[in-house]
Nanobody, 125 residues
Framework: QVQLVESGGGSVQTGGSLRLSCAVTGGTIRGRCMGWFRQGPGKEREGVAFAYTFNGRTHYTGSVQGRFTVSQDNGENIEYLQMNGLKPEDTAMYYC???????????????????WGQGTQVTVS
């Protein structure tokens, strides 16, 4: 059973940075499609970032483009989300997700993913 555990959240000031980690057990991130989602207060969960670790393909939602970057440590089986230039509107619970199948279209849609972590809170003030 694939399990995901996020960490690295916290409280930062506007303009600050955080790096979220997603540790994966029960399966490998090598060659897998991984996603990051977030749910802000009173909002629906939205897709933030996607990475296909097989070929390095990435995709970001417009509001984080140029500020957020996904990366992986295949040896440690960890997915990262580096967040720079944080804004109050980035405040949310952030979730890591993993897919069993390759995602070719619309990679920021929740139903594309099979496994989810419990989330880590990010607060920007």
């Amino acid at each position: 059973q694939v399990q995901l555990v996020e960490s690295g959240g916290g409280s930062v000031q506007t303009g600050g940075s955080l790096r979220l980690s997603c540790a994966v057990t029960g399966g490998t991130i090598r060659g897998r499609c991984m996603g990051w989602f977030r749910q802000g207060p009173g909002k629906e969960r939205e897709g933030v970032a996607f990475a296909y670790t097989f070929n390095g393909r990435t995709h970001y939602t417009g509001s984080v483009q140029g500020r957020f970057t996904v990366s992986q440590d295949n040896g440690e089986n960890i997915e990262y989300l580096q967040m720079n230039g944080l804004k109050p509107e980035d405040t949310a619970m952030y979730y890591c997700a993993a897919a069993d199948k390759t995602i070719y279209f619309s990679p920021l849609i929740e139903r594309r993913y099979d496994y989810w972590g419990q989330g880590t809170q990010v607060t920007v003030s």
